[in-house]
């Protein structure tokens, strides 16, 4: 069993919805990276958090440490957000570990 | 200008060769990474350099050896390439490195894409 596991696998939505994509791990961690992996392949960071919550335009990272978990929202959601998104665990310097990733489709 | 270029974007070569990938970034960066993406678009890290220092090294194959001359760059070697080394190769930058209070701008290749025949 992988220490990162990411719910759903795979999510088709309508543009507009509201997406919420989650990772949980079973370790301790000092940091969790989010990342988006485009169609083509390009492969954007998107957050780096150890504790609460960050937002970028319409993406929100948030992360409870206690209950070892991580959830990535998109607000109005377009076609354009349409890739696989990755999360990762960062264990102190040494170790980093992702998920199998999260493939959302964003429908016109 | 690009800010983390992978050279070549595409490599096929025949099993038993030797064969490297350069990395080099223009972020003023501290920090860079070697990352393998199976066929299973699985993300795995295999090396990370700060400041030309070896700082993570996951299991991986002793074929395989990063080398940073300096800290803009961090090229991937590997010898007697075999046909599980076909994958996806990512290389990224970042200021500040796993361990440290801040990990900033942290940045990706566009993937080096390796055949093994």
């Known amino acids: 069993k992988n220490e990162v596991e990411q719910s759903p696998q795979n999510l088709t939505a309508q543009e507009g919805e509201f997406i919420t994509i989650n990772c949980s791990y079973s370790?301790?961690?000092?940091?969790l990276h989010w990342l988006q992996q485009h169609p083509g392949g390009g492969i954007v960071s998107l957050f780096m958090?150890?504790?609460g919550k960050k937002k970028h335009g319409r993406l929100i990272a948030t992360i409870n440490i206690q209950e070892k978990h991580s959830s990535l929202h998109i607000t109005a959601s377009h076609p354009r957000d349409s890739a696989v998104y990755i999360c990762?665990?960062?264990?102190?310097?040494?170790?980093?570990?992702f998920g199998q990733g999260t493939r959302l489709t964003i429908n016109p | 200008d690009t800010a983390v270029s992978q050279t070549p974007k595409y490599l096929v070569t025949q099993m038993g060769n030797d064969k490297s990938i350069k990395c080099e970034q223009n972020l003023g960066h501290d920090t860079m990474y070697w990352y393998k993406q199976d066929s299973k678009k699985f993300l795995k890290i295999m090396f990370s350099y700060n400041n030309k220092e070896l700082i993570i090294n996951e299991t991986v194959p002793n074929r395989f050896s990063p080398k940073s001359p300096d800290k803009a760059h961090l090229n991937l070697h590997i010898n007697s390439l075999e046909l599980g080394d076909s994958a996806v190769y990512f290389c990224?930058?970042?200021?500040?490195?796993?361990?440290?209070?801040?990990?900033?701008?942290?940045?990706f290749g566009s993937g080096t894409r390796l055949t093994v025949v």
């Open positions: 370790v301790g961690i000092s940091a």
């Open positions: 990224a930058s970042s200021q500040g490195h796993p361990g440290q209070d801040l990990i900033l701008g942290y940045t």
């Open positions: 958090l150890s504790s």
């Open positions: 990762a665990i960062i264990q102190g310097a040494q170790k980093l570990v």
